[in-house]
C-alpha cells in the first residue's frame, strides 16, 4: 500500500501545503457514526492533509478534527444522493452498484468539479482491501484494485486508465490547493 510519501512525490506543491503537525482527526467518532474503520491510507492522509484539490478539478474530502460529525452527515448526504440515482433497468444511473451500508456498498470519499464521484466499494471487513468506485459524469462506472493514494498516484503519473474521466486533469504536474479549515 502506498502511503502519503509516494503521493508527494507526484505532487510537490502537496508538500509546500503541509502543516507543522498532525491533524488529530477522531476516528474512533467516525466509526461510530459511519459503522466502519476507514482504510489506513485514507486515515494516513486525513491526518496529514485538510481537504485539497488536484488542478481545480478531483477534491478529496478530509474530516476537520473536531468536526467530525460533520464530515459523517456530508458523507450521509452523498449516500442519499447515490441512492436517488439506484434503480431498475434503465433507470439505474449507479451502475448497479448500491449505497453503503448495503452489503458491497459505495462509501463516497471525494468528487470531481466535473461530477464524478469517488467511492470505496465496501467489500470486506477489512477496509484496507476496499476498492476505489469511480462513478463518472458520463455514467461510466470503474472500479480499481487499490487504495485512494495508489489511485491518485496512477491518475497522475498516468499509470492507470482514467475511464471516463478528463484525459488532462489532474495533469503530470498538478497544482495543489489544500483548503483552509
Given at each position: 500500500m502506498l502511503t502519503v510519501?509516494?503521493?508527494?512525490?507526484v505532487i510537490p506543491g502537496l508538500v509546500e501545503a503541509r502543516p507543522g503537525g498532525a491533524r488529530e482527526v477522531e476516528f474512533e467518532r467516525i466509526r461510530?457514526?459511519?459503522?466502519?474503520?476507514?482504510?489506513?491510507?485514507?486515515?494516513?492522509l486525513v491526518s496529514t492533509y485538510a481537504t485539497f484539490e488536484i488542478d481545480d478539478f478531483l477534491r478529496v474530502w478530509s474530516p476537520t478534527p473536531g468536526a467530525e460529525d460533520g464530515f459523517c452527515a456530508d458523507v450521509r448526504d452523498e449516500l442519499e444522493i447515490l441512492e436517488d440515482l439506484c434503480g431498475e433497468g434503465e433507470d439505474d444511473l449507479a451502475g448497479g452498484y448500491l449505497p453503503y451500508p448495503a452489503e458491497g456498498g459505495l462509501l463516497p470519499w471525494g468528487q470531481s468539479s466535473s461530477g464524478d464521484t469517488f467511492y470505496w466499494r465496501v467489500s470486506s471487513p477489512d477496509s484496507d482491501l476496499w476498492p476505489v468506485v469511480v462513478g463518472t459524469r458520463d455514467n461510466e462506472w470503474w472500479e480499481f484494485e487499490g487504495g485512494v493514494i495508489a489511485f491518485l498516484v496512477g491518475l497522475i503519473d498516468g499509470s492507470i486508465e482514467r475511464r471516463g474521466l478528463p484525459g488532462?486533469?489532474?495533469?503530470g504536474n498538478p497544482r495543489v490547493y489544500v483548503l483552509s479549515e
Open positions: 510519501s509516494s503521493l508527494e512525490r461510530q457514526q459511519l459503522g466502519v474503520v476507514l482504510p489506513s491510507d485514507y486515515r494516513e488532462d486533469v489532474p495533469s
